[in-house]
């Protein structure tokens, strides 16, 4: 399985930039890096997805190195409305190992 | 267009009981899942379904059964229920591989005593 590490909390304040950091040493040539977003009581949401160098919607930004073992989910500035679970995916076209979560990073906005 | 769904919201049942949760989803997408997550958790995979007919196991799958008799429901089936099993659990699909975009309905909370 392509398993995935974050961080599981990060702090920031409103207006602030927050990068959350995601490991996948055991990606695949096929495989592709997907973000989701998770507010409380509610199933989660897409946020962003890429396969390598740069990747930017109107939501936020997504780095990956040359190498893909790891990738970075960028939000440019912060609202307290950031607050959620972000949680990191990296998988194939089929099978078990495009659907594994992970716990996620806990992100609190403070104003 | 609803998106996906989930019937019910909340469910109390007794150990040994069984239900069954419904998802419906409107986007004519090919793959369904059914994930569990537990307080303070991530998602894990109970069962998924790659096409009408279709169903495979996931990373959690005991105790728990699946049927997609139509493509646009996925059932996930409890046949004696354990207070283990207490859980939210989401239903999700996508248009034609897990990599796409996977929409999720709203949560079913269950609650096993």
């Known amino acids: 399985l392509a398993k995935t590490t974050q961080p599981i909390s990060m702090d920031s304040y409103e207006g602030q930039e927050v990068n959350i950091t995601c490991s996948h040493n055991?990606?695949?040539?096929?495989?592709?890096i997907t973000w989701y977003q998770q507010f409380p009581s509610q199933g989660p949401r897409f946020i962003i997805q890429?396969?390598?160098t740069k990747v930017t919607n109107e939501v936020a930004s997504l780095f990956i190195p040359a190498d893909r073992k790891s990738s970075t989910l960028s939000l440019p500035r912060v609202s307290l409305s950031d607050t959620a679970v972000y949680y990191c995916?990296?998988?194939?076209?089929?099978?078990?190992?495009?659907?594994?979560f992970g716990s996620g990073t806990r992100l609190q906005v403070q104003p | 267009n609803a998106g996906v769904t989930q019937t019910p919201k909340f469910r109390v049942l007794k150990t040994g009981q069984s239900m069954t949760l419904l998802c419906a989803q409107d986007?004519?997408?090919?793959?369904m899942y059914w994930y569990r997550q537990d307080p303070g958790m991530g998602l894990r995979l109970i069962h998924y379904?790659?096409?009408?007919?279709?169903?495979a196991k996931g990373e959690v799958p005991d105790g728990y059964n699946v049927s997609r008799l139509k493509k646009q429901n996925f059932l996930l089936g409890l046949e004696s229920a354990a207070p283990s099993q207490t859980s939210v659990y989401f239903c999700?699909?996508?248009?034609?591989?897990?990599?796409?975009?996977?929409?999720f309905g709203p949560g079913t909370r269950l609650l096993v005593l």
């Open positions: 890429g396969y390598k």
């Open positions: 995916l990296v998988g194939g076209d089929t099978g078990r190992r495009a659907l594994t």
């Open positions: 986007m004519n997408h090919e793959y």
């Open positions: 055991n990606i695949a040539t096929n495989d592709y």
């Open positions: 999700a699909s996508s248009r034609a591989s897990p990599q796409e975009t996977q929409y």
């Open positions: 379904s790659v096409g009408e007919g279709t169903t």
